[in-house]
């Protein structure tokens, strides 16, 4: 189907000028999370915009969730490329992902400068706020993810793997768990998502293209590592791609694996982690662009835009391979119920990775864990936004350092 069919009666093709105004307009003001983009997209591009129609945009939603990767940039770009074909695909990541990837950057230079996280107030604060936030994750998503016995047995056991695991290795063996145990235990959990016929999405991509990038995909997982000690730039296309390729559910739990390729391997302090973590939750756009700070942290600005290249290509690989193949496997019970169980052991690698590192760098001192119940609070009883969150723990930390009680 031709892309210039995308849309309703009002749709037209559009440049990837346009595009990129429009997806820069969302990736200035998009705050709240790949739950809230979603919504923010909706309203944008389909309600308004009508770049697409509600069955459509759904049905795309269905697909991006289902992959690995950073859900909310994966419809971004799918977006991008039903309107632009492949420049209309880069103009919607490249708008929605900048401006947050851009002030993460200045924040890590500036921080860099600034010396040691280790002591300093407002870092106090926003490892405190971090918690907060992973806290708030972990319950919104164990409510729509593990709603049951079964699930929540298996995010416990999700969660204890990852911790008792050495390294990435025990998160890899919790997600590998969860579609074990989907496929055994929990066919039937997975609704098939709906799409009336006349209402198909569209796919922009040939079949030949989508093997295409599928074999790139698992062509970069195995090669990588091979390259890595060639050097440092290859070393962290190697860690930050793994992270992306890696990570179901996408925000939020793409942090222990960004934690165990980072701080694991000594290139990001583990204060200054969870630090950038906090700051992360105060920009807009996607949470993914934290691996622009990480690699502004490790290794400058060439590290910088290797990691935030890595972390994303996995996802955008994987979306344009299933596009073509979307119909077919979403009708699969036992894919679905894979996923179900995937879905469930990503609550639990969260679990654990609020524990450690979160919860231990962030409130583990009365100071911090005082000032993450006051965040915790903020989000949750008050309804703040992020951003008010963020900036109001790390006013609390100024003032506690001041006081000598941090």
Partial sequence: MSETTVGTSK?????????????????LTSFGGPVAHLGYFREELVVRRRWTTEARYAE?????QFLPGPASSQVGLALGALRGGARGALAAWAGFTLPSAFALMLFAAGLGLAGSAEGAGWLLGLKAAA???VAQACLGMGRSLAPDAPRQTLAASA????????????QLAAIALGAVA????LRGLAPVPAAEDDEALPVPVSRAAGAACLALFAALLVVLPLISSLSPLLAYADGFYRAGALVFGGGHVVLPLLEAETVGRGWVDADDFIAGYGAAQA??????????????AAGGIPAAIVSLLAVFLPGALLVFGALPFWSALRARPLARAALAGVNAAV???????LYDPVFLKGAAQPAGFVIALAAYLALTAWGRSPLQVVLGAALLGVLAHAAGVA
């Fill in 159 to 170: 969660a204890a793997m990852t911790l008792l695991g050495p390294g990435a290795w025990g």
């Fill in 182 to 185: 989907g496929m055994t235990l």
């Fill in 347 to 353: 609550v639990g690698v969260l679990l654990a990775a």
């Fill in 283 to 296: 920009v807009p756009g996607p949470l993914f662009t934290f691996a622009a700070y990480l690699g502004q």
């Fill in 60 to 64: 795309l939603v269905a697909l991006c």
């Fill in 11 to 27: 749709a037209s093709p559009q440049g990837a000028a346009e595009i990129f105004t429009v997806m820069l307009r969302l990736g």
């Fill in 131 to 133: 918690v907060a936030v």
